[in-house]
């Protein structure tokens, strides 16, 4: 069962101008990051990687998420969500 609230906030003045004021610097708080990660990257750019021989396939699917070229599987992430999703209601609706 899904239930949903609904929650009126009457702030005061100083709650709602502080409310007003956290966007802000957390917009500040991440453009300051930001610039930092990028200076860090012009002032030191990785180094690349060395060349190989060797090759790689890759495919993206449905059934499995993907398949490499040397035939190894990776599960869909989304039907183990699923089925742990159902295993733990019908635990709830065991107890």
Known sequence: MIRAYKFLLRPT???DQ???EMPRDHCSLYNGALQ???DAYR???PDPLPATASMAGIDLGIANFLAD???AF?????HGRRAAAKQQMAQQALS
């Open 13 to 15: 003045v100083r709650q």
């Open 36 to 38: 930092e990660r990028r």
């Open 18 to 20: 502080a409310l007003r």
């Open 69 to 71: 070229s040397d035939g």
């Open 43 to 45: 002032h030191d750019p």
């Open 74 to 78: 990776v599960p869909n992430p989304r």
